[in-house]
């Protein structure tokens, strides 16, 4: 397996310098091409207005719109334009109803989509939306920078946040062609189940994968102690100084960690490293 396309969405002139250096490194260091969509979002609620008002509001907001995917592409093909790599890029208008579906449709035929942390100042709703497109709807493993923190080269210190889940198995597999030139995986677990078929061996039939692989593999048992599992994730990533977290996304609903707070959300909100994850 390799990656041969990659793809990012822009919604915002403000993510472009947080995605596109990734991208395009990425881009350039795996011999892939790279798919980008500049999206103009409407984000007009026209039913709260009314009634003589919504033809009014529905063609500023389509102007509006179309103004913006306008200057987002042509922020991105400077940008673009400044790289060696071979490149696409493409404009569109969505509604924000509409955003996820239009996403999901080009970024299906890509092997990893690249995306800014979703959350924080100035984020709004249209990036956590492209994000979960890619991660559901096309089913396409998703490598988040979190702000001031690009990954330009591929990683030499890899992190796999390890707990047995269809997700987490996924996001490894997924990451194999990002991860062929690590020196070392370490394989992190967090209170294991004391009960559980693997009790004896944790985190060992996974190392056995990554060494046939070719990878030099550490597993690291860690007790939970910090109040969150992903507290410990991140500290111990930053401990170890690992250039890329590969974990599961959304084990649990997406409705059941926006209530009740998961690993996921909270790895979206509060992660200092690049993230790569499936679902």
Avoid at 46 to 71: D, H, I, M, N, P
Wanted: with cysteine.
């Amino acid at each position: 397996m390799a990656y041969k396309t990659l793809f990012s969405a822009l919604t915002d002139s403000e993510i472009i310098n947080e995605v596109l250096p990734t991208a395009t490194a990425l881009s350039g260091l795996l011999d892939a091409h790279l798919d980008t969509l500049c999206l103009g979002v409407d984000r007009t609620q026209v039913a709260s207005y009314y009634g003589g008002a919504t033809s009014v509001l529905v063609q500023e907001a389509f102007s509006r719109a179309q103004e913006e995917a306008a200057a987002l592409e042509k922020s991105a093909r400077a940008e673009l334009d400044r790289s060696d790599v071979r490149w696409s890029c493409q404009s569109d208008i969505v509604q924000m109803a509409d955003l996820a579906r239009i996403v999901s449709l080009h970024a299906r035929f890509s092997d990893l989509a690249i995306a800014p942390q979703p959350y924080g100042d100035g984020r709004g709703q249209d990036i956590e939306s492209a994000l979960e497109a890619c991660l559901f709807d096309a089913g396409v493993p998703v490598l988040v920078t979190p702000d001031k923190c690009s990954l330009t080269a591929l990683p030499k210190q890899v992190m796999v946040a390890w707990n047995e889940s269809a997700e987490a198995l996924r996001a490894v597999k997924s990451a194999l062609p990002m991860i062929a030139q690590a020196d070392r995986v370490h394989v992190v677990m967090v209170d294991p189940p004391a009960h559980g078929a693997t009790r004896s061996d944790p985190g060992g039939l996974l190392s056995q994968f990554l060494a046939r692989h070719g990878h030099k593999v550490e597993v690291e048992v860690l007790s939970r102690t910090l109040p969150r599992v992903a507290d410990v994730i991140i500290r111990h990533a930053e401990d170890i100084e690992a250039d890329l977290v590969v974990m599961g996304a959304y084990g649990h609903s997406r409705f059941r960690e926006a209530v009740f707070g998961g690993a996921t959300l909270y790895m979206l909100q509060h992660a200092t490293r690049p993230v790569l994850m499936a679902h």
